[in-house]
């Protein structure tokens, strides 16, 4: 995430790659913040991707390019808006030793 509240203007994702949703597209659904998903396809505006976590875990999704707008602090005579996926890459998850030991026993 950049300092202004979105994600950087280019994504660089490969087929089975992880990534993490920003948003909450459907919650219903599993697609809320934080949902890993794992990427099986690319279309021309949306993503094929699968859930990999919770209640979800398994189901095909379509992630779509959403509009997306800075933080509303700026002092801009204009409003600036992109539309892009609402995914990052992610790779790793920060385990605190408390956790750790939650993990073994």
Do not use: W
Request: hydrophobic share 35%.
């Amino acid at each position: 995430m950049l300092r202004n509240g979105l994600p950087p203007h280019e994504l660089k994702v490969k087929k089975n790659c992880p990534v993490t949703l920003l948003r909450n597209l459907d919650p219903h659904n599993g697609l809320c913040n934080g949902t890993r998903l794992v990427v099986r396809g690319f279309q021309n505006n949306s993503i094929d991707a699968e859930i990999v976590n919770g209640q979800h875990a398994g189901k095909r999704v379509f992630i779509p390019r959403i509009p997306i707008s800075p933080s509303e602090d700026l002092t801009l005579p204009f409003k600036f808006k992109r539309k892009q996926f609402p995914i990052r890459l992610s790779f790793a998850m920060k385990l605190t030793r408390r956790r750790v030991r939650q993990y073994l026993m």
